[in-house]
């Protein structure tokens, strides 16, 4: 493998527990991405000759370290505390992680550490899905359908402002979790949206990435038994994800749900989705946002074929989504849900009023959906000028591609 190719596949893979290893140490978000974007170019320098190591990963980690330690030497005055930490790495006795954590997940242990109150919840998932997700600044600027600049300027401003604080870089007492834990589930839930429908590449979807939003997310409904949301948003992951086999073809182009061979889900997966659901509803605490989307989610999971779908339960749950979570993406998928069971021209004029409403604006997702509804109604023309002004919007290589078919065969 290409040296380069490898560091940029190890550092997709492996980056957030690379980086959350590293705060563990410095307790520095800023340092630790520093010393690991240092790691990467020795990793460039030295892989094409040397080759790629057997474990990668420990590599980056281990030379991010010895830097760490290098930069805290050549401090005229080290106080205590470095001088103590640079010994123990030094020795490889790691005192710093033996230490008893109630989160024993490093990656989990810095979502919780993002997710501090201090923040804004734009800078909280901001910085998440910087460190976290590994997404770039133009990633996430697109999954909030703001400038760059923005992004940038939200996450340089959490850290300035988590160092005013002086937030300490550990695990919070557990009596704190429960202010944290919707930002923790929000964050983690938008990193699993990104690997299920990447927001640009060449690639229709980030399975790494989705992975370990859900490994998180496990871990955090262990964490939590009690919080019906946790085990809700389990079990939205583990529907979605069942799905992965069958969302591509082998050459990694995109598969529609309706033209999805079934016979390719996971179904052990859609049996851990619902066992999940059942845990949630089990707290007694009636269902919360992302326990009604994984019940959307079930029907499609356990609809033997795609015409056999029950699409007015679906328009029920997705109303009761938006009433408790009002959102324009809600009700754009409400709309597709009542296109299929009341009709396309009912469903239009809930698409007209979000476009009217100019809260998807810059987003592709509404003109796709527009141009599905209008190819319905047999306005060619008008769906045809949607599809190519979707395929405009969006930056993945593969959905664009998609897009421009579908406008090329409302042209054929």
């Known amino acids: 493998m290409n040296a380069r190719r490898a560091v940029e596949a190890v550092w997709r893979i492996e980056s957030a527990r690379i980086v959350a290893s590293l705060v563990n140490i410095t307790r520095d978000v800023g340092l630790a991405e520093d010393l690991a974007q240092e790691a990467l170019v020795d990793a460039l320098a030295q892989w094409p000759d040397a080759g790629v190591p057997q474990n990668p990963g420990a590599w980056l980690t281990a ?8 930069g805290w030497r050549r401090r005229e005055r080290l106080d205590d505390r470095y001088s103590a930490i640079a010994h123990d790495l030094s ?5 710093v992680d033996a230490a008893w954590e109630p989160i024993d997940d490093d990656v989990l242990r810095l979502v919780f550490i993002s997710c501090h109150p201090v923040l804004a919840r734009e800078a909280q998932v901001a910085m998440t899905l910087r460190i976290i997700g590994g997404l770039s600044t133009e990633e996430i600027a697109r999954l909030f359908l703001v400038p760059v600049a923005t992004i940038q300027q939200r996450i340089v401003r959490a850290k300035k402002t988590l160092s005013a604080a002086q937030v300490p870089f550990e695990t919070p007492d557990p009596a704190e979790w429960k202010e944290r834990i919707a930002s923790v589930l929000g964050v983690v839930y938008l990193i699993f949206t990104e690997g299920y429908s990447a927001t640009s590449g060449s690639s229709w979807m980030r399975t790494d990435l989705a992975n370990e939003a859900l490994r998180i997310a496990r871990k955090l409904a262990e964490l939590v038994p009690r919080e019906p949301e946790a085990h809700g948003l389990v079990a939205l992951m583990e529907f979605q994800a069942s799905r992965f086999a069958a969302r591509i073809t082998a050459s990694g182009e995109p598969v529609l749900l309706s033209d999805q061979d079934r016979a390719r889900w996971d ?12 845990r949630a509803d089990a707290v007694g605490r009636g269902r919360g946002a992302y ?13 033997p074929a795609y015409a056999d779908t029950d699409w007015e339960r679906i328009v029920l749950l997705y109303e009761a989504l938006g009433r408790l979570a009002p959102n324009p993406i809600v009700d754009l998928n409400r709309a597709v849900a009542v296109s299929f069971a009341t009709g396309p021209a009912t ?4 698409v007209d009023g979000l476009a009217a409403a100019d809260s998807l604006r810059g987003s592709h997702l509404l003109p796709s959906v ?5 190819a319905r109604l047999g306005r060619a023309e008008e769906a045809r000028a949607e599809f190519r002004r979707a395929s405009e919007l969006t930056a993945n290589e593969r959905e664009r591609a998609v897009l421009q078919a579908k406008a090329t065969d409302l042209t054929a």
Not at 91 to 95: D, F, G, I, K, V
Not at 267 to 278: E, K, M, P
Not at 370 to 374: A, D, V
């Open 370 to 374: 527009r141009g599905e509804l209008l």
């Open 63 to 70: 030379v991010a370290k010895r830097k760490a330690i290098d």
């Open 347 to 350: 469903a239009l004029r809930i």
């Open 267 to 278: 179904h052990r997966q859609i049996a851990r989705g619902s066992a999940a659901l059942v």
């Open 91 to 95: 020795e490889e006795t790691a005192s």
């Open 291 to 303: 326990c009604l989307q994984a019940a959307i989610a079930q029907v499609h999971a356990t609809s």
